[in-house]
């Protein structure tokens, strides 16, 4: 079996068990800026020092495990540089994975959530892994984001605690059209 298979197996066999965990103990989170995310209702939200109101149009925010255990890994949701409309959403994905992180890449894959086209893009850096999921509805563009603080170098973000329910939430990421 290939490291790209067994990191996919790895992922189904964590992900699956948190498809069928959205319900009463989630919540959704919805922004003024026309995006939603669910969320486990146990976890905190949380935004810049100076942001008093966590839904407005153009600020990211951050979900916390309730144990505030952040090696186990966070998730943020930030809004984006707008899309030039005399360029592609391919080109344009490519540029903001560039632009927007300036990690070395490790590994990207085209994705889709809910219609609108993503990319899925595993960045490294002196501190470990991070993940970011660059979604484009028309002209905006959003980064759904997965790291954790500093742990040992090398460890992989799929054996993190909370990376499956970074995979659901991003599964429920929507963008109002």
Excluded at 28 to 33: K, P
Excluded at 143 to 151: H, M, N, Q, T, Y
Aim: charged share 20%; net charge neutral.
């Amino acid at each position: 079996m290939t490291k790209s298979a067994q990191v996919s197996a790895v992922i189904i066999l964590l992900v699956i068990p948190c498809l069928s965990a959205i319900g009463a103990d989630w919540k959704t989170f919805a922004s003024r800026g026309g995006w939603s995310i669910s969320y486990p209702s146990d976890w905190r939200i949380g935004s810049c020092q100076s942001c008093t109101e966590p839904t407005a149009e153009d600020v990211f925010v951050d979900f916390f495990p309730p144990s505030m255990k952040t090696a186990d890994g966070w998730v943020m949701v930030s809004p984006l540089a707008r899309r030039p409309s005399d360029i592609s959403v391919d080109a344009w994905l490519a540029k903001v994975s560039r632009e927007a992180n300036l990690n070395p890449h490790v590994h990207e894959a085209e994705s889709k959530v809910n219609g609108l086209s993503a990319l899925r893009v595993r960045y490294r850096s002196p501190q470990g892994e991070m993940e970011e999921i660059y979604v484009v509805s028309g002209s905006r563009t959003f980064s759904v984001s997965f790291s954790a603080d500093p742990g040992s170098p090398g460890t992989s973000l799929e054996t993190l605690p909370n990376y499956p329910i970074y995979s659901t939430m991003f599964r429920s990421f929507r963008v109002k059209r």
